[in-house]
């Protein structure tokens, strides 16, 4: 049968370990069904007892009636197992498992998980978790889950859905979300991934009539061809998806770790690709409850050569500003069409007319690309003076949205039933305004490997091997002299370089100063700035190249741009019009420009390492590449090849 | 009598321009007095009616009856001025001024506005605003303002008070903290400051008993010097003060002008004094609403010579998780004691006694500073599990606060009114706990100046004129000729610096090359690293002190770090310790270590301009310092002088 029918709209479903105390966690699926309106059939399934909580209890899914299309299990231990044998025999499509102590629980577990999800594609049952809270459909009033946010009485329906690694946050943009009357269709939480991964989950949703914007919680990544294929098919269906992904410091990528056992991949890696398939990545985690509306039934907006502009119309000059301040800090400019103000400020002009006319008009002004609403008290206590204006605006192409200063959870949830998007802080709208001014169309998909051999196309500084006791070689003075040590990846700080020799003479001392029978001579080479190209195939989301302003300072400041390769020379020239440092190679203070297009070319070839076949490269870099006033040229070069 | 009183405690006051029509903003204060429970007497002044709302009208204030301590003028135009000079006859302490059309309105409103405030003193009248809301006491049931955000009906009394530059964001403050029990005590709209200032009311606060808590929304500072003295009242009264302050980004910055018609002073410099006196500050909104139980009867935390470190016990990973990630970008450590987990789990282990266990552990631990309880769907459904026994917990001097992942505004209320820290976002919760661990007592309030002449007695390269056409100088080769100009600050810029001129002959050749009579010779110097000590007399708070890496991509990287001046070479150490491009001096990849003690002797050499008598200069530079193994030397300065 078809599984996303299984999985969102059973007709009966089974629930492995329900228990008749209506108190305890496991009790919640079987109250919540019926709580919700559920009108399918409820099967408990508990070896102890013949009935709970009023309806026909059986001992095991084997012995249960016919027609189960989906399974929760809650059950610890062995049941699992059990419970899948006999999904198994049955012939139920899909099996969700509350049940912990696999991937989440150390190397026995991971290896329990293994098998289990191995005897799953045998049987040809499909598994959401371990560890999973269930799935949720609001429209369609199946409420599978033992997530207590259930308990509510009337979560709205609505037209966004979640897609959460973490079983909780889905409780929590659900409880938000609903407390200002936004409303959800699907809510999935999906555990450790075993089988059914956030990618697929994504493409159900993608085809899913009831689903206009899709949002992902995420701790890690772990299907990354998948997800963004869904992504893809997402956008071609025109449903934005939005991500908010933990893992962005340290000590938060050190815990997603721990808590989810996956891999770790770096969080610049994860950005180009959300970037790369076209999915939204917010910051703030309100800003995920809250930036449906505005990104709902919209495509990516056109690319601007300059920064975006944002109409701000507000009765609060104080309200205002907490929010354009914030714009600014994230490249944001506001205008006020029409006039030098950087706001339009209607304190001490508003009525309703005004404030109806105002927003039509700014709507409709080819100056401003978004308008945004900043009411203060009158959010709260008299709608009728701008709430209702922003209401009754004409839609047009062009976003509007609104920030409330006051507690106005009323007002809040009259935007939301009219699907214009309002923010309840000034944080929370800037980072979803970047974030929509930031969302680009996926790219392409890239090409599969098929080059033949690893060949890195970026000019070297020419160089020779000089071998004791002469010390031949044919490179022109000045040269740089190294240790030849392959094993010596940082050679400047192990005092193995010797730079700016001038002659033989001075040549012969330096070589000989140095360890082993052979050095690496190289010309002098001297540019108006040094960069770093690298590549690296990262373990969550593959390929990505790298490139950022070079020298130590530049370490220090981690002043780089990532994205995932392959890129074309076009794209490698936006990624380093995006690199702070080569300020100095833009014309900053009158500085001599540098050749950026011979950068971009580099950075270009680099990527080309992810068409490898087999893709054997780990990791490459130049470093420095010297940019000059023509070409580039790179000094040192790094190629480690993976085990 | 007593000013304090007859702000927030009048025993009767005067509307001038009351408005009998209920519906008009100009009716509020009559109408919200006696809807709060105003005990005293309320004297409408309205020269076309007899009767206001129910009480009896006079025509002016020189026509009411006596006994007027508090006069809150809303009518506009001359009424103002008039109600003035009557307020002056009466003997009436206080006017309140909600009209605008002062400094807000421009240079004729901004003469207009001093012509008040100079009738005002006078007359002996103290004079809130003009363009102020008005004035909020809480436990004192007196209401005297024309904020909206009175209409709710019983906004609950507190210990935390709020003074803002911003009407309006008073009563986002106010509304937003009472949706979720957070109590006020005072509130005040200072409107344009023309007499009282934010410094005097945080004076009147600070001396207020029914404070703890200060807090400020602020668009400029407009007299910084009372307000650092009103500060370190407040501090030493135990009574913390809490700042949000727009104008961080330019465009913030702009707006902030164009709404206040404020100077405008560097945010940097801003973020300097707040430190410098005891003020903390935080970056988002929401965590001036939530912050105060978190300060509230607490000093500022130790100095740690270690990250802070918050040991979080959480029911959901994933909720914890979004807040570590937040701490891990503030630079905040989270430990779990006696293990080596990043947080305390209790998912799958809860119950209430294990959870009021946990806590209490914690809170005696000493290796954590804060403890941060991170609780799931439970917080909205089933307080007993972890809200009660956080609620239960032992108040030790460790701060506990909480994060809630659902929409739980009535277990925010409970917690809110055990005085213990709740947040609603996992952002201002680690916002709130990044600006407590930056919170500093104030700094000793600098000495008066008493230094006769200026004199920058930092150590810089040896140098002489030259002149044509012999050129003859002392200076030893190698050199670096520059122009001789005082015009041109930027001399590398305009193509005014040779460097590492070797020879005479060279020399020569380079001095005629450079246009004018002269040149400057200058010894060849050469550093580890380059620095730059600045120095600047900021119009909003005065004199203050840089230090920053040095050299064009420190430039564009805007790695600086500023302070108060002067400072102490200890307070400069630490000053050199924030420079993240002074890594290269610290050791980084095992580069040789610079004189950094040599540096802040610099630092706080340079800062000793601010003790000048006269404070004659404007701005100072040395850019670049050289910083050597021993010692540093300055190659290029420029002082400029006050006009």
Redesign the interface.
């Known amino acids: 049968m078809n599984l996303a029918q299984a999985l969102f709209a059973p007709r009966t479903v089974a629930l492995v370990g329900a228990s008749g105390d209506a108190a305890k966690n496991t009790a919640r699926p079987q109250r919540y069904l019926r709580k919700h309106g559920y009108a399918g059939r409820v099967v408990p399934i508990n070896p102890t007892r013949a009935e709970v909580l009023g309806e026909r209890a059986y001992p095991s899914v084997a012995e249960a009636p016919e027609g189960i299309e989906h399974v929760f299990v809650m059950a610890p231990g062995g049941a699992v197992e059990q419970a899948l044998e006999d999904c198994g025999k049955r012939g139920v499509p899909v099996m969700s498992i509350y049940s912990?102590g696999f991937a989440d629980a150390g190397p026995a577990g991971m290896a329990r998980q293994a098998r289990l999800a191995a005897r799953a594609e045998e049987l040809g049952v499909r598994l959401l978790g371990p560890n999973s809270m269930g799935v949720v459909n609001l429209p369609g009033r199946m409420v599978l889950t033992v997530?207590?946010?259930l308990?509510?009485d009337a979560p709205p329906a609505g037209t966004t859905s979640i897609v959460?690694?973490?079983?909780?946050?889905l409780?929590?943009v659900l409880?938000?979300g609903?407390?200002r009357g936004l409303g959800f269709a699907k809510l999935v939480s999906l555990g450790n991934e075993a089988d059914l991964g956030a990618g697929e989950i994504v493409e159900l949703l993608a085809a899913d009539a009831d689903t206009r914007v899709i949002l992902l919680?995420l701790?890690t990544v772990r299907d990354a061809p998948r997800l963004a294929a869904a992504a893809r098919a997402a956008h071609a269906a025109g449903k934005p998806v939005v991500a908010y992904k933990?893992?962005?410091?340290?000590?938060?990528?050190?815990?997603?770790r721990?808590?989810t056992g996956a891999l770790a991949g770096s969080d610049a890696a994860m950005d180009a690709f959300f970037r790369d398939c076209g999915i939204v990545r917010v910051d703030?985690?309100?800003t995920l409850v809250e930036i449906a509306p505005l990104v709902a039934g919209r495509a990516p907006p056109p690319r601007l050569a300059r920064a975006p502009r944002v109409a701000v119309v507000t009765t609060?000059?104080?309200?205002?500003?907490?929010v354009?301040?914030?714009?600014?800090?994230s490249g944001i400019?506001?205008v006020a069409p029409g006039s030098d103000?950087?706001?339009v400020?209607l304190t001490?002009a508003a009525t309703p007319q005004k404030y109806a006319a105002t927003l039509d008009a700014l709507l409709a002004s080819p100056e401003c690309d978004a308008v945004l609403a900043v009411v203060?008290?009158?959010a709260?206590?008299?709608p009728q003076l701008a709430v209702e204006p922003i209401l009754a605006a004409q839609r047009t192409g062009k976003p509007l949205a609104a920030f409330f200063?006051?507690?106005?959870d009323s007002s809040l949830a009259l935007l939301a039933g009219a699907g214009i998007a309002a923010f309840r802080?000034?944080?929370a709208c800037a980072d979803a305004f970047a974030a929509y001014f930031a969302w680009r169309a996926p790219r392409a998909a890239a090409p599969p490997p098929s080059i033949a051999e690893v060949r890195l196309d970026i000019q070297m500084a020419k160089s020779a091997v000089a071998r004791a006791p002469g010390y031949a070689h044919d490179i022109p003075y000045p040269v740089a002299v190294k240790l030849h040590d392959p094993a010596v990846a940082?050679k400047t700080?192990a005092g193995g370089v010797i730079l700016g020799v001038r002659d033989r003479e001075e040549f012969l001392r330096a070589a000989k100063a140095l360890p082993g029978e052979t050095v690496l001579v190289q010309a002098m080479e001297s540019g108006l700035a040094e960069a770093i190209v690298g590549y690296r195939d990262d373990p969550l989301v593959g390929p990505v190249v790298l490139v950022g302003?070079g020298?130590?300072?530049?370490?220090?400041?981690k002043?780089t741009v990532l994205r995932l390769a392959p890129v074309s020379e076009e794209e490698a020239a936006e990624m380093i019009s995006e690199v702070?440092?080569f300020?100095?190679l833009r014309g900053?203070?009158?500085?001599p420009r540098g050749d950026l297009r011979a950068l971009a070319k580099a950075v270009a070839a680099m990527s080309r390492l992810a068409l490898v076949e087999g893709r054997p490269v780990a990791e490459a870099e130049c470093n420095p590449v010297l940019v000059k006033a023509e070409g580039v040229v790179a000094v040192d070069s790094l190629v480690v090849m993976k085990e």
Chains 1, 2 share one sequence.
Not at 324 to 329: A, E, K, N, P
Not at 588 to 591: A, G, I, M, Q, S
């Open positions: 912990d997530n207590a946010v308990e509510m959460s690694q973490s079983g909780t946050m409780g929590t409880s938000r609903a407390a919680f701790e933990l893992g962005r410091s340290a000590l938060g990528e050190r815990l997603a721990s808590h703030m985690l309100e609060t000059g104080g309200g205002a500003a907490s354009v301040d914030r714009f600014g800090l400019e506001t103000a950087p706001i400020d001490m203060g008290s009158s709260q206590f008299h200063t006051p507690h106005a802080t000034p944080e940082h700080e302003a020298g130590i300072l530049a370490e220090v400041y002043d702070k440092g300020a100095v900053f203070r009158n500085l």
